[in-house]
Antibody, heavy 122, light 108 residues
Framework: QVQLVESGGGVVQPGRSLRLSCAASGFIFRSYAINWVRQAPGKGLELVALISFDGSDKWYADSVKGRFTISRDNSKNTLFLHMNSLRPEDTAVYFC???????????????WGQGTLVTVSS | EIVLTQSPATLSLSPGERATLSCRASQSISSFLAWYQQKPGQPPRLLIYDASSRATGIPARFSGSGSGTDFTLTISSLEPEDFALYYCQQRSSWPRCSFGQGTKLEIK
């Protein structure tokens, strides 16, 4: 079965960095685009970054552009989100989620991890 | 930026009743709309994509309709497990795929 498991969240001070990981299994990871979606406490959903199936195309929301970097290692079925210069408003649960369309990127997400909480606070 | 507005913010219904949730886009998005269900402490679950296509494993009581700027998610007969938060998402302006603010479906 398709599984996505995030890790790397925690409490971090403003201005510091954090790296999130997402381990995938149960599907051909190298064939699917993957999204990072975040949800601030009690708030709605925000697509913050996405990466194409082969890693050649990446996109970032304006709110994180220049501070976050998405990457993937298809040999290890793992996705990453490097987060620099963290701000209190980055506090959220971060989900990795698979795009439903093979060899394409729609921005939709059909399988989601359970999420990892990032708290930015002094 | 395409803004999605969901209504109502809260919908109070009883099991067995029909639920109709609305999502309105600030400009035409063709049929590029998805619906998700989210329960407390869980990730969202994809229900409908491209306005009317049910995702894998989604019961037939869930249906989506609409095109252009006005979309509807219908749950034909509510089951107890359907009471949750529902979000819409557009992909017309990919990769800037925005979400609506959500509708809470609660038990009356």
């Amino acid at each position: 079965q398709v599984q996505l498991v995030e890790s790397g969240g925690g409490v971090v001070q403003p201005g510091r960095s954090l790296r999130l990981s997402c381990a995938a299994s149960g599907f051909i990871f190298r064939s699917y685009a993957i999204n990072w979606v975040r949800q601030a406490p009690g708030k709605g959903l925000e697509l913050v970054a996405l990466i194409s199936f082969d890693g050649s195309d990446k996109w970032y929301a304006d709110s994180v552009k220049g501070r976050f970097t998405i990457s993937r290692d298809n040999s290890k079925n793992t996705l990453f989100l490097h987060m620099n210069s963290l701000r209190p408003e980055d506090t959220a649960v971060y989900f990795c989620a698979r795009d439903p369309f093979i060899y394409d990127s729609s921005g939709y997400s059909d399988y989601w991890g359970q999420g990892t909480l990032v708290t930015v606070s002094s | 930026e395409i803004v999605l507005t969901q209504s109502p913010a809260t919908l109070s219904l009883s099991p067995g009743e029909r639920a109709t949730l609305s999502c309105r886009a600030s400009q035409s998005i063709s049929s590029f709309l998805a619906w998700y269900q989210q329960k407390p402490g869980q990730p969202p679950r994809l229900l409908i994509y491209d306005a009317s296509s049910r995702a894998t494993g989604i019961p037939a009581r869930f249906s989506g309709s609409g095109s252009g700027t006005d979309f509807t998610l219908t749950i034909s007969s509510l089951e107890p497990e359907d009471f949750a938060l529902y979000y819409c998402q557009q992909r017309s302006s990919w990769p800037r795929c925005s979400f609506g603010q959500g509708t809470k479906l609660e038990i009356k």
